[in-house]
C-alpha cells in the first residue's frame, strides 16, 4: 500500500489566501518530500525535510514534520493562479524487501486549484 | 542538458503484445525508478535501481520486467500486455536519496501514456 496519504483530495481557494495541504504516512522514514505535477506533465521536486528536521522553509513554501504524529504539512502563502496543480508527498523510508536501499513512495495527491 | 527522455511518448498496444519503454538520463545519477499513475491512486513505484546492473521490485511490480545495463539507461517492459496495465508511465532518476548529503530529488521524464486494448 501507498506510504504516504494526502489531505484534502481537492483544494479550491482564492488568488493571495493561504493553502495547506497535510500528509500521513505509516511507517518510520528518513525524508520526506513534496512534488508538484502541473496538469499531463512530470513531477518537479519541491522541498525535502529530513527526519530530524521539524520545519523548513522555501521562498513563499513552508514545510512541517511531526514524526511522533507520521505527519507533514505544505503551506503556500499567498497563492497565485500559477500554483494550481496536484501536490504529492513521497516518503524515504528503508526498503526491506528491495534491493538493500531507500525506497521512495508516492501519496495520491492534494489537487489545488487557485482561482484569479 | 536534456534531464530525463522516455521514449515513446504514447502507445497503443492490443492484448497480449510486447513492448519496452526507455528511459534515458543525462545527469549521471545513480538511481532510476519507474512509475506508473492511474486516476485517483497517485503514482505506484512498479521498479527500481540502485545503481548500472541492478534491479529491485516496488510495489507493483507484476506484470513489468527492467533492465538496467547502462548507467544512464533504464528500460520497463511489459510482455504481455493486458488492459489493467494502461496508465502513465514516469521514469525517475535522482543521484542520492536524501540519506546523507545528496538533496534526494528526483527528476522525472514527461510520462509516457500506454493504452491497452
Known amino acids: 500500500s501507498q506510504q504516504g496519504e494526502e489531505d484534502p483530495q481537492a483544494l479550491s481557494i482564492q488568488e493571495g489566501e493561504n493553502a495547506t495541504m497535510n500528509c500521513s504516512y505509516k511507517?518510520?522514514?528518513?525524508?520526506l518530500q513534496w512534488y508538484r505535477q502541473n496538469s499531463g506533465r512530470g513531477l518537479v521536486h519541491l522541498i525535502l525535510i529530513r527526519s530530524n528536521e521539524r520545519e523548513k522553509h522555501s521562498g513563499r513554501l513552508r514545510v512541517t514534520l511531526d514524526t511522533s504524529k507520521k505527519s507533514s504539512s505544505l503551506l503556500i502563502t499567498a497563492s497565485r493562479a500559477a500554483d494550481t496543480a496536484s501536490y504529492f508527498c513521497a516518503t524515504v523510508s528503508w526498503a526491506y524487501s528491495g534491493a538493500g536501499s531507500y525506497q521512495l513512495t508516492f501519496g495520491k495527491g492534494t489537487k489545488l486549484s487557485v482561482i484569479p | 542538458n536534456a534531464g530525463v527522455t522516455q521514449t515513446p511518448k504514447f502507445r497503443v498496444l492490443k492484448t497480449g503484445q510486447s513492448m519496452t519503454l526507455l528511459c534515458a538520463q543525462d545527469m549521471n545519477h545513480e538511481y532510476m525508478y519507474w512509475y506508473r499513475q492511474d486516476p485517483g491512486m497517485g503514482l505506484r513505484l512498479i521498479h527500481y535501481s540502485v545503481g548500472e546492473g541492478t534491479t529491485a521490485k516496488g510495489e507493483v511490480p507484476d506484470g513489468y520486467n527492467v533492465s538496467r545495463l547502462k548507467k544512464q539507461n533504464f528500460l520497463l517492459g511489459l510482455e504481455s500486455a493486458a488492459p489493467s496495465q494502461t496508465s502513465v508511465y514516469f521514469c525517475?532518476?535522482?543521484?542520492?536519496?536524501?540519506?546523507?548529503?545528496?538533496?534526494?530529488?528526483?527528476?522525472f521524464g514527461e510520462g509516457s501514456r500506454l493504452t491497452v486494448l
Open positions: 511507517t518510520s522514514i528518513n525524508n
Open positions: 525517475a532518476s535522482s543521484y542520492g536519496q536524501g540519506t546523507s548529503d545528496s538533496t534526494g530529488e528526483l527528476f
